[in-house]
């Protein structure tokens, strides 16, 4: 298998969030042959395509940083049955200016927590509305939909509960393997 950089978002800017727990469970589980970095979105203004014509720094980085990561992995909760607000502003600077969507044959995985039962299923359909949207290759298999109990993930990404360790490992070894699948039919763009 091929070496990877992965970018990985998280959907959520609360301090304690049981998605950054998620992610950083992720980051202990996967394969060493992928490299994960967070992109953080905290600092982007709200999103108008009057800044098409001059980005503002916040805005440049965070374009680099997406140019600089082979595949994206979207670690999101589910706000009112979609992704939060932020994490769309995210999407939206990502994929401009016209012509310069980052996303672009650019892999990614959605992957998401959330107490209730269905464990971010609907804001999961919502982003990958979005990303086939921006042109970005999905894994469509495994889903992963993690209904988080007390104590499911410490605050450190250690997983309690083996089969989901187990499971959490598998989906990041698919994705590997998702991804050195589109770079086979597809050239890199950078
Ligand atoms: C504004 C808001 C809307 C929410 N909407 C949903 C929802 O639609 N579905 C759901 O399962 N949980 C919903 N929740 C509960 C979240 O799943 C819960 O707060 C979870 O901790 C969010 O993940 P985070 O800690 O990573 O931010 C909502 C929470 C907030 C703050």
Known sequence: MDNHRVGYFIGSLAAGSINRKLAKALVRLKPETLEMEEISFRDLPLYSYDYDADFPPAARAFKEALANVDAVLFVTPEYNRSIPGGLKNAIDWASRPYGQNSF?????????????????????????????????????APEAYIQFKPGLITDDGDVTVP???????????EFHAFIDRVYTVLPRSR
């Open 104 to 140: 672009t044959r650019k892999p990614s995985a959605v992957i998401g927590t959330s107490p209730g039962a269905i464990g971010t299923a609907v804001a999961q359909q919502s982003l990958r509305s979005v990303l086939s949207f921006c042109n970005s290759p999905q894994m469509n």
């Open 163 to 173: 089969d989901t360790a187990k499971f959490l490992e598998s989906y990041m070894s």
